[in-house]
């Protein structure tokens, strides 16, 4: 007896663990889906911009702690707002410097943030040094709350949790309900006819890039809770990123949260029965095998002409 | 002063050099200095004031977190040398080259300070891939490398002096001691998936099953860079192992112990021994995260004797109050010390000569304390258990007698 409600503990928790990371899928492949899902744009570089926003966090916490010690615990919701609008800002930046100048070129696009990504992560490396560093959390967001006896939720994973559910509404909102989602939407679709009928076509780039951007910030700054916070953190991410978007289907919202849950629970309740590279690869062949009868999600989205 | 800067302005091309080098010695004979006809022999760059030697670690890329610390820890090294006359009579003159974490470029590097540079010795490498790939160029080349970090063993080159802990120092010892202290029965191995951890639990298991007659719950690898340890850490609380024995390496370092905590899994309920944990990568997982979990090392920056202590103030003096000072750092800050008595003891840079004098060679001053040369040129080392600190310092629990190196461990392959 004692056996069945310790197992049932654990497959509670296992159950949690897929939803949380799920929300950690979801959240850094939300900025990847605006920019290659809605734009079409191969951003290779996303990973640093999880970065800034990891850094961003790294840094209002020590300000913090130096200049306002009393406002220790809540920090970290400045640190989020500070990491959208800082990664946001150099977003814009790279599309005014890069990215517009290459909409015609899908191909040199993806080298030329491959190596704006290296470019970053030496920045990086020059700015903060080689050795990663961490950000003191607030204690609230440590350790785990105790359900029951046995039952135990990490509240990190509560946190983002909330996060990406109520950044997943704002963007749907913003994408399918506002004013500006109908123009990003009109653009993708037809370009000269949106210019025609007066979208300001550039600053609607331009702001989707940033928009995409400002996301990636925030999920790297909730990553300081789970992850580390170095030069290359972001890159650690990538992969996955580009996995859910593409395996969802690149131009849909609704595919990358199916495809973020479908990839979360697959790997988790796998890595649960075998070792953690073995869950990986069954994850990736299904994910191929898959793709392979379904290849709508396959980089066969619009380019734009 | 005078003629030093003569030999630095013509050193090319060398052979005029070494001709006009040589009559300004004879001129300033203020060196106490063996000619350098005699102690090169085969064409390395010594001059009459001067010792180029290698520098080859990553400063960019992924690796740059790990191996920072032991270029600085060379550097400190090598100027200290410098200050307190050198070499020979010689002050060493660095050259580095960036691996920039990729394998091929430290095996084209090597070839460059090798054939291009005839450096006379390389204190360099961090990962065993990096090591892989220069072996070949420094066998053939005839090169001599001080490589600093601890790592799987099962090798030995007379090209290469291996100043950290091979796996059998490292790991033995601590499973000795957590199976005595803690009363371990059961054990949970864990590990990156690639060759390290795999061959240190391979070794972990052998000694866990035979020798200590305990029993090992679970053994798995995870892919590098893996970031979401939720899974695993469930396996864990249902597996209830008295011991963790933890490889896991980089940025998955610090999400795993983060995870951990959140996860309620602490030093309180869980014991956990890491062989991959050392100042350097506290700093990162922050040490409230990790408090009261034990790591396995030869060196912590908490020692506490006088070598230490001065080492410890001239890294901080250099590099910077909140400088950390992690094992492979130290090991890396032998190099150049062992070199320098290797050198001194054969009277001549000629790498055959130095590597028939290195074996025996032994160090007082070393931070670690006494350590000497093997035979098969890795060190004896003591090996400690440090308990992790809340401000990212180990406090020293335990230290062995001093453990002789042994590469081929015979029965644990």
């Given at each position: 007896?004692?056996?069945?409600?310790?197992?049932?503990?654990?497959?509670?928790?296992?159950?949690?663990?897929?939803?949380?990371?799920?929300?950690?899928?979801?959240?850094?492949?939300?900025?990847?889906?605006?920019?290659?899902?809605?734009?079409?744009?191969?951003?290779?570089?996303?990973?640093?911009?999880?970065?800034?926003?990891?850094?961003?966090?790294?840094?209002?916490?020590?300000?913090?702690?130096?200049?306002?010690?009393?406002?220790?615990?809540?920090?970290?919701?400045?640190?989020?707002?500070?990491s959208?609008?800082?990664?946001?800002?150099?977003?814009w930046?790279?599309?005014?410097?890069?990215?517009?100048?290459?909409?015609?070129?899908?191909?040199?696009?993806?080298?030329?943030?491959?190596?704006?990504?290296?470019?970053?992560?030496?920045?990086?490396?020059?700015?903060?040094?080689?050795?990663?560093?961490?950000?003191?959390?607030?204690?609230?967001?440590?350790?785990?709350?105790?359900?029951?006896?046995?039952?135990?939720?990490?509240?990190?994973?509560?946190?983002?949790?909330?996060l990406?559910?109520?950044?997943?509404?704002?963007i749907f909102?913003?994408?399918?309900?506002?004013?500006?989602?109908?123009q990003?939407?009109?653009?993708?679709?037809?370009?000269?006819?949106?210019?025609?009928?007066?979208?300001n076509?550039?600053?609607v780039?331009?702001?989707?890039?940033?928009?995409?951007?400002?996301?990636?910030?925030?999920?790297?700054a909730?990553?300081?809770?789970?992850?580390?916070?170095?030069?290359?953190?972001?890159?650690?991410?990538?992969?996955?990123?580009?996995?859910?978007?593409?395996?969802?289907?690149?131009?849909?919202?609704?595919?990358?949260?199916?495809?973020?849950?479908?990839?979360?629970?697959?790997?988790?309740?796998?890595?649960?029965?075998?070792?953690?590279?073995?869950?990986?690869?069954?994850?990736?062949?299904?994910?191929?095998?898959?793709?392979?009868?379904?290849?709508?999600?396959?980089?066969?989205?619009?380019?734009?002409? | 002063?005078?003629?030093?800067?003569?030999?630095?302005?013509?050193?090319?091309?060398?052979?005029?050099?070494?001709?006009?080098?040589?009559?300004?010695?004879?001129?300033?004979?203020?060196?106490?200095?063996?000619?350098?006809?005699?102690?090169?022999?085969?064409?390395?760059?010594?001059?009459?004031?001067?010792?180029?030697?290698?520098?080859?670690?990553?400063?960019?890329g992924?690796?740059?977190?790990?191996?920072?610390?032991?270029?600085?820890?060379?550097?400190?090294?090598?100027?200290?040398?410098?200050?307190?006359?050198?070499?020979?009579?010689?002050?060493?003159?660095?050259?580095?080259?960036?691996?920039?974490?990729?394998?091929?470029?430290?095996?084209?590097?090597?070839?460059?300070?090798?054939?291009?540079?005839?450096?006379?010795?390389?204190?360099?490498?961090?990962?065993?891939?990096?090591?892989?790939?220069?072996?070949?160029?420094?066998?053939?080349?005839?090169?001599?490398?001080y490589?600093?970090?601890?790592?799987?063993?099962?090798?030995?080159?007379?090209?290469?002096?291996?100043?950290?802990?091979?796996?059998?120092?490292?790991?033995?010892?601590?499973?000795?001691?957590?199976?005595?202290?803690?009363?371990?029965?059961?054990?949970?191995?864990?590990?990156?998936?690639?060759?390290?951890?795999?061959t240190?639990?391979?070794?972990?298991?052998?000694?866990?099953?035979?020798?200590?007659?305990?029993?090992?719950?679970?053994?798995?690898?995870?892919?590098?860079?893996?970031?979401?340890?939720?899974?695993?850490?469930n396996?864990?609380?249902?597996?209830?192992?008295?011991?963790?024995?933890?490889?896991?390496?980089?940025?998955?370092?610090?999400?795993f112990?983060?995870?951990?905590?959140?996860?309620?899994?602490?030093?309180?309920?869980?014991?956990?021994?890491?062989?991959?944990?050392?100042?350097?990568?506290?700093?990162?997982?922050?040490?409230?995260?990790m408090?009261?979990?034990?790591?396995?090392?030869?060196?912590?920056?908490?020692?506490?004797?006088?070598?230490?202590?001065?080492?410890?103030?001239?890294?901080?003096?250099?590099?910077?109050?909140?400088?950390?000072?992690?094992?492979?750092?130290?090991?890396?800050?032998?190099?150049?010390?062992?070199?320098?008595?290797?050198?001194?003891?054969?009277?001549?840079?000629?790498?055959?000569?130095?590597?028939?004098?290195?074996?025996?060679?032994?160090l007082?001053?070393?931070?670690?304390?006494?350590?000497?040369?093997?035979?098969?040129q890795?060190?004896?080392?003591?090996?400690?258990i440090?308990?992790?600190?809340?401000?990212?310092?180990?406090?020293?629990?335990?230290?062995?007698?001093?453990?002789?190196?042994?590469?081929?461990?015979?029965?644990?392959?």
């Open positions: 007896m004692e056996w069945l409600s310790e197992f049932g503990a654990i497959a509670a928790m296992q159950g949690f663990n897929g939803l949380s990371v799920f929300c950690v899928l979801l959240l850094m492949a939300l900025g990847l889906a605006i920019i290659f899902g809605q734009m079409g744009v191969i951003n290779m570089a996303h990973g640093e911009f999880l970065t800034i926003g990891a850094y961003t966090t790294f840094i209002v916490a020590v300000l913090t702690e130096r200049f306002a010690p009393a406002f220790g615990p809540y920090y970290f919701f400045l640190a989020i707002v500070m959208f609008f800082i990664a946001g800002a150099i977003g930046v790279v599309e005014w410097a890069m990215i517009s100048r290459l909409y015609h070129r899908p191909l040199d696009t993806l080298l030329a943030t491959w190596g704006l990504s290296l470019i970053m992560q030496q920045i990086f490396r020059s700015v903060f040094g080689a050795r990663e560093v961490s950000a003191n959390l607030p204690e609230w967001l440590m350790g785990s709350l105790q359900l029951t006896d046995t039952i135990e939720i990490p509240r990190n994973g509560l946190f983002v949790m909330g990406t559910i109520l950044l997943t509404a704002t909102l913003m994408m399918y309900r506002s004013r500006w989602g109908l990003v939407r009109a653009t993708v679709q037809n370009r000269a006819m949106s210019r025609a009928v007066g979208i076509t550039k600053r780039d331009r702001m989707t890039f940033a928009l995409g951007c400002g996301v990636a910030g925030v999920a790297g909730a990553f300081t809770t789970i992850g580390s916070t170095g030069p290359t953190s972001g890159s650690l991410y990538i992969v996955d990123t580009f996995l859910v978007v593409v395996f969802g289907g690149a131009a849909s919202l609704l595919g990358t949260i199916a495809s973020a849950f479908s990839i979360a629970q697959a790997q988790s309740i796998m890595e649960f029965f075998m070792s953690g590279s073995m869950a990986k690869v069954l994850t990736l062949l299904t994910v191929v095998g898959i793709l392979m009868l379904r290849p709508q999600g396959l980089f066969s989205i619009k380019v734009r002409k | 002063m005078d003629s030093q800067l003569k030999g630095a302005k013509l050193r090319f091309p060398r052979r005029l050099a070494l001709g006009a080098a040589a009559l300004s010695m004879l001129a300033a004979s203020a060196f106490a200095a063996p000619p350098t006809a005699e102690v090169n022999t085969t064409g390395l760059a010594v001059t009459d004031t001067e010792v180029v030697v290698g520098q080859l670690h990553s400063a960019t992924t690796m740059a977190i790990s191996e920072t610390g032991s270029i600085q820890a060379e550097r400190l090294a090598i100027e200290q040398i410098n200050a307190a006359g050198g070499i020979l009579g010689r002050q060493i003159k660095v050259i580095q080259e960036d691996g920039a974490s990729d394998w091929p470029t430290f095996a084209e590097k090597s070839r460059k300070l090798l054939v291009n540079d005839k450096v006379a010795a390389v204190f360099g490498c961090w990962t065993s891939a990096s090591r892989k790939a220069v072996l070949p160029v420094f066998e053939r080349e005839n090169g001599l490398l490589y600093p970090t601890f790592y799987e063993g099962l090798e030995q080159s007379k090209n290469v002096v291996y100043t950290g802990q091979e796996a059998t120092q490292q790991i033995l010892a601590g499973l000795d001691w957590v199976a005595k202290e803690k009363e371990a029965k059961t054990y949970y191995l864990l590990g990156s998936d690639y060759i390290w951890p795999r240190s639990m391979k070794i972990a298991r052998k000694h866990i099953e035979t020798v200590l007659g305990g029993k090992v719950v679970g053994e798995e690898y995870y892919p590098l860079g893996h970031t979401q340890f939720g899974s695993l850490i396996k864990v609380k249902l597996k209830k192992p008295d011991v963790v024995f933890a490889a896991v390496v980089g940025g998955s370092n610090v999400a112990y983060k995870q951990l905590k959140a996860a309620g899994v602490t030093a309180e309920k869980q014991t956990l021994l890491t062989l991959s944990v050392t100042e350097d990568e506290l700093l990162g997982i922050g040490g409230e995260n408090a009261g979990f034990y790591a396995s090392m030869k060196y912590f920056q908490s020692l506490d004797n006088p070598n230490n202590a001065a080492f410890v103030e001239a890294f901080k003096a250099k590099y910077g109050q909140d400088a950390v000072i992690g094992d492979v750092t130290q090991a890396a800050y032998l190099g150049p010390w062992l070199w320098k008595a290797a050198v001194e003891k054969a009277g001549s840079f000629d790498v055959d000569k130095v590597v028939a004098a290195t074996p025996g060679i032994e007082t001053t070393a931070p670690e304390g006494y350590v000497k040369v093997h035979e098969n890795h060190l004896w080392s003591k090996t400690r440090g308990e992790v600190l809340p401000n990212g310092q180990f406090k020293v629990v335990y230290e062995s007698d001093l453990i002789e190196p042994n590469p081929f461990p015979k029965g644990y392959q």
